[in-house]
């Protein structure tokens, strides 16, 4: 962390409690799996009510958070490569998103559900995140469609949300096992759907059918899944309380 | 500025060279102002068009930026007035774009017209800015309208852009002046006309004539201007150099 007489030391106001417990299966954009629930446990003094007065007008919000898993020491360079193209080509750090970038800091609208008190602490519930748990907030802002929406925008090779790459499957075992977790998590066969249609694989992996049986972390479960000729199978969906406590 | 041990010292990228000189006259979100222009002077190392390739692709960037105007030690509180609701009514620091806000943080989205180099200095040329010149900018990145914009967000009470506020016209002094200076600024009067029509003045003002004559810098020229019965009207546009040297 640099502290030079030019930088800003800025306070997080609040820690993201998120389904996402690591990088694999995390989105890579916001919205593009809307059962993906968490929220901020506020920090003091922004713990209160009133700090969210008028919220309830807004639907949306923006999160200004540090992208925490990428090393605070990382090399920063001005050019990256974006696993929207392959991971093959390289573009400028400012013409991406890329964690790997000044400062670490990301930017992620969201759907908000209002504020509520969860384990005793004041939170903000959220859904449709990409964001893994555990991960700083520095601001949360409206959003406004009229101001936030310049009706001509263009975004060239990035201008149409990524295809659902994978059909999801759930083997019986799995489908029994959602069944009996459903009243912890509703919307769990929703959410492991939504995740995997991903492909969370690397990007050279797109498009084809491996061997592997993949493991990934959904709030406190443990999915494992294969791809198939036609997309993937789920083949298990396990509790594994103690390892991620979200 | 705080530095305990929770906080992350941020750096940096470029300092913002805008239009506007001063918070009066300033719009209160990007967009308002197609003519309002500048650049980002960029720091090193980022000052490479490496570090922008590929942005061609795209219109419009977000800019995370610090309002430096306001004071680091002013004392933030969960409630703030925003002048849209005319200055009189609080509202939540989260549910508001008042730049009173944990880490002074903003953000903007404008358009981008590509890098240059601009008295020696690698730059981003910019428009439709809202934001003072001198204001640290953080991070660029490009802005991508399937992810930026959820197709079913609402804004409550500040669910349109305002209305334009003024009618403006030009004193016949004040339009002689602004042909004389067209060949530095070709776009001045669409400038002057698209600030005033925000209608600068505190929200308390608003719908009002006054018999005040107002003061105004944009780039290094000085704009006088009042209101009358059907809008206000520019008085005078002379050039101030020295003052602001942008």
């Not at 498009?207 to 993949?214: F, K, L, S």
Request: hydrophobic residues 35%; aromatic residues 8%; contains cysteine.
């Amino acid at each position: 962390m640099s502290s030079n007489d030019n930088s800003f030391a800025l306070e997080p106001v609040g820690t993201l409690r998120s389904c996402f417990g690591q990088k694999f299966g995390t989105p890579r954009q916001p919205g593009l799996c809307p059962h993906a629930t968490g929220h901020i446990e506020m920090h003091s003094p922004w713990d209160t009510p009133d700090a969210f007065r008028g919220l309830e007008a807004f639907t949306h919000v923006w999160l200004t958070v540090i992208f925490h898993q990428v090393p605070h020491d990382a090399p920063l360079r001005p050019l990256v490569r974006p696993p929207r193209l392959g991971g093959n080509q390289r573009v400028g750090v400012f013409a991406c998103r890329s964690p790997f970038r000044p400062g670490r800091i990301g930017l992620s609208v969201v759907r908000h559900h209002g504020w509520d008190y969860l384990d005793g602490k004041f939170c903000l519930r959220l859904s449709g995140l990409d964001l893994i748990d555990g991960t700083p907030v520095l601001d949360i802002r409206p959003y406004l469609p009229w101001s936030d929406t310049p009706a001509d925008a263009r975004a060239g090779w990035a201008d149409a949300a990524p295809d659902s790459y994978l059909e999801v499957a759930f083997s019986a075992l799995a489908r029994e096992q959602v069944t009996e977790l459903s009243h912890h998590h509703p919307d769990l066969e929703a959410l492991i759907s939504e995740v995997l249609a991903q492909d969370p694989r690397p990007g050279y992996r797109r498009g084809q059918a491996d061997e592997r049986t993949y493991g990934m972390r959904l709030h406190d479960l443990e999915i494992h899944w294969r791809t198939t000729a036609k997309g993937c199978i789920v083949e298990s969906v396990t509790s594994n309380k103690g390892v991620t406590p979200y």
